[in-house]
Structures are given as C-alpha cells and as structure tokens.
C-alpha cells in the first residue's frame, strides 16, 4: 500500500530541499529528456525553471496535441448532500459549521440530472458527496448512480475512501471513475487539517487509491488542495504516487488536478499562495512529466485562465458548475462548500474553447464499454 511505501521511500522534509535546491542545468537536463522522472519532476517545478516557462509551455502543448489531440472533455459535478461527520478545517461543510444539512432523495437527484441536461448535451457526470456513512454511505451513492445512469454515459464519483470491495460494486452498477484529493502528502501535519472522522486517518485515505485499482476502477483521479502546505512538496509526493499507481494498475486510467483553496464559510486563510504564473508552470511540468495523464481544471479558476490554459495541457474542465447540493432544480440557496471562480455558463464555455481552436467533448465514454 502507498502509505507504507511513502513512509519507506520519501522523507518530505528532504524533498522541500531537494526540489528547492534545484539549477538550471538540473531543468535542461529534464527538458533534454524523454522519460523524465520524479528528480526531473522537481526540476521542472523548482524556482530555477520559472525563466523556462515558454519552452515548457511549447513542450507541454505539443505533448498534450500529440496524446488527446485538441479535445477538451466536458464534466459538471452534482453534489447530493453536504452532510460530513468530518471537520475539515478549511471547508465549509465542516461538521462544526451549523446549518441545514442536504440529503437528495433519488427523486431530487433525478430533477438534479433533468436539470443538467436542460443546461447543456453533458454526458460527464461528477457524484460528489461529503462524508456520512451512516446517512450517504455505499448504498446511497448505489441507489444515486442508479439513477444518474440513464441520463450520462459517465459516472464518476468524489466520496469518502471506500473499502475495495464497495468500490467493486459500485463498478457494477455503472461507476466509471473515482476522484480522491490527498489534500497534503505531509504525514505529520496532516491531523492539523483533519483534525477527527474517517478523514483524519491518513492511511486509510492514502491507500484508498490501492483500493480503487485492487476494484479495477477505470479512472482514478487524485489531487493535492494548493494552501495547505509547500505545494512543490505536495505535487512531488502526488507525482510519486502517481509513478507508483502506475506501475501496479496499469490497465487504470489516471487524472490529476491541482485544486487552488478558494473562500468558503470555514474562513480557513491558506497557508501557501500559488501564483497563476506557478499554476500554468506546474501544468507543463506534470505534461511532460507524464503524457498520458488527464490534467483537470475546475471552475475553481477563473475564465481567462482556464481558457489560456486550455490549449497548453488541461485536457478535462468542469463548466456552469454548483457546488451546493441541489443547486441545479432542489435547492437553489443551499450553503456552497466553496465559491466558484467561473460562473460562465456551459455553451459558452464551448463556444469560447471552439474560438480557442479546441473541441469540447462531451461524450468521451459509452456504457457499452462497461
Ligand atoms: S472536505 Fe469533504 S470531508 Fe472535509 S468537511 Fe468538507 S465535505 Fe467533509
């Protein structure tokens, strides 16, 4: 399990320095590279790169055109309930924040799904949950892709680390992907965080994506939430696990996202300010890095950026997303777990990616593959 082999393997501390006492023969030594690995990793995301950034930013964008073309896949999320046993610190569903908790019942969930596609042809769903078993736990989110599965090609879905053999069975009722955030690889800061609940227990969280690919889930997605801790370290770390991932489910399919703290009612300040500057160098690193992997931007980000970036290396991008559960048809004025940076609507977001030159997909799974 990856908790085990990140204890035995990577100290964090060593790598804070190694990353940041990389030169600039180190990033044209990975720039000069085919297979790069995790020190040209570092290289690329060290400081003594920022002056390379354009001939990242080149490289990056004929990686991206040479492995996915000019499409960029289409996903909205569709949270069904913010009910959370956890106390994230930094989030606004935090079991201390007190307000009325949302648990959508299948007929809510399915004025959810009408809704969504009243707004746009998406085909991509996101299932995201908070963290409550006893209320939200595999049975709920069963019934939930049960009936989602009739109105989207693709079923993903954002919950609380499950035991493998739930993992399993959601792929039987029709769960195409699963996306998990580490958050913070810092083992020893990471209770800060995540201070009680299932979250606070770093292993069980960590070796969940062992779990993911033990049930042969199709995609996996991971992240590190950028305002937490050195972001350089965090992405190092997730680039190690995404090496390690790689070589023992090779047949899964891998995305991976950078998440940039946004305010939400925890009035949780970052720690760690990532510039856009940094967002679009880490961007090219993690292309070049690895090819073959989705790279994912949320409504997190604003429009400008997201377009820019939509021809350099993101492949997959949310669009007229809420973050409130029944935000879509139910209700309207329920407590968002974060505030979006991009409230451009679903056919405009196309139309401008269209005018980019890039064609927005849609429909990039069908059940019959299943
Ligand atoms: S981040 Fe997730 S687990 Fe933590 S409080 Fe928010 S909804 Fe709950």
Redesign the pocket.
Known sequence: MFSEYLKTHYDWDTTTREVMSMTSDDVERALAKEHLDDRDFMALISPAAAPYIETMARRSKALTERRFGKTVSIFIPMYIT?S?T???V??????HNKFARVVLTPEQIEAECKAIKAMGPFENLLLVT??NPAVAGTDYIERALQVCRPYFSNLTIEV?PLPTEDYARLTRSGLNGVICFQETYNHQRYKIY?PA?M?SKFEWRCDGFDRMGQAGVHKIGMGVLIGLEDWRTDVTMMARHLMYLRKRYWQTRYSVNFPRMRPSESGFQPNVVMSDRELAQLTFAFRIFDPDVDISYSTRENHTFRNNMATLGVTTMSAGSKTDPGGYATYPDALE?FAISDPTSPSQVAADLRALGREPVWKDWDRIFD
């Open positions: 913010n959370c956890n106390s994230c930094y989030c606004g569903f935090n079991r908070g963290e609380m995540h609940g979250k777990q």
